[in-house]
């Protein structure tokens, strides 16, 4: 059994529901969910099941008395934010856990139906077991290099919590630094059908496809020639964005890769465009790479 931390009461004052924007998401959502589930509802004053929807979320994150918080996007005012956590319609709700989106739901739900979410969504604040405290410790791990261990952690919280999407993420990318790719893979298609779609398991499937392309990615210096050679070779200029990648050089392949849209976005089925998307996937939402890539080639789509 993996041993966890009690955490703390919430503090009496805390603002249990606010409404916020793209300027304050980061801090209110990304990192306070850190430190307490956050529950983030799309919402538009147009929408009708949204008047609905909103109210019963409240009333049923104020029940739970702080062990989860949830804010308010209204997205006619923040269409950046929204459009990079892919929502297509409204309402739309996430879950926040440890500064990734852990669950989450479209569309109006019945009233017994929010409060089980919520309440499912609040059973994993660290008030109840830590479980993110474990998270955080098992993803320090494995930055630091160290992903046996990690990979130790993340299959306990999973013993612990088998819906966790952060812990069978963590556990599939720490097979990826322990270039196992198929090991990753089998990791993802092991998890519960209720979270295989969540952010976690998606950006590693991602990341799957991007180690898997790096195995036959070609010489940078002569891709990046034969670019300069003929800028017209979209071939050599996909490839190039390949290489780049796999060498860690993300930003420069995005760039690329832009640059190939740009030129002729129909090319290969519209390859350029279906790479850069593997790419963002693969990154955090808030990475600059991803909230700048996104803002580049939605302008292009949108000339």
Request: aromatic share 4%; with cysteine.
């Amino acid at each position: 059994m993996l041993e966890l931390n009690q955490g703390n009461d919430a503090a009496p004052d805390v603002v249990l529901v606010k409404d916020i924007s793209e300027a304050t998401f980061m801090q209110d959502v990304v990192e306070a969910s850190k430190e307490v589930p956050i529950i983030v509802d799309f919402w538009a004053p147009w929408c009708g099941p949204c008047k609905t929807l909103g109210p019963a979320l409240e009333a049923a994150v104020e029940a739970q008395g702080g062990k989860v918080r949830m804010v308010k996007v209204n997205v006619d005012e923040n269409q950046g934010i929204a459009g990079q956590l892919k929502v297509q319609s409204i309402p739309t709700v996430y879950a926040f856990i440890d500064g990734q989106p852990a669950d989450g739901f479209q569309g109006a739900l019945p009233p017994s139906e929010v409060t089980a979410f919520v309440e499912k969504i609040a059973a994993m604040s660290k008030e109840d077991g830590g479980l993110g405290d474990a998270i955080t410790a098992a993803e320090e791990m494995l930055e630091a290099g160290d992903a046996a261990d990690a990979a130790q952690t993340f299959a306990a919280i999973i013993e612990e919590d088998a819906n966790s999407a952060a812990a069978y993420g963590g556990l599939a990318r720490a097979h990826l630094a322990l270039d196992d790719a198929d090991q990753a893979e089998a990791v993802l298609n092991g998890a519960p059908a209720e979270i295989a779609e969540a952010a976690e398991i998606e950006a590693v499937h991602a990341q799957i496809a991007l180690a898997r392309q790096a195995q036959d990615a070609g010489p940078v210096g002569e891709l990046r020639a034969a670019v300069e050679a003929n800028g017209d070779d979209h071939q050599a200029r996909f490839d190039l964005a390949i290489a780049l990648n796999a060498n860690g050089e993300v930003e420069a392949a995005v760039n690329e890769l832009l640059e190939l849209f740009r030129r002729d976005r129909e090319w290969n089925e519209g390859a350029a465009k279906t790479q850069l998307l593997t790419i963002f996937e693969a990154l955090k939402p808030e990475d600059p790479v991803v909230l700048n890539g996104r803002r580049k080639l939605s302008s292009m789509i949108f000339v």
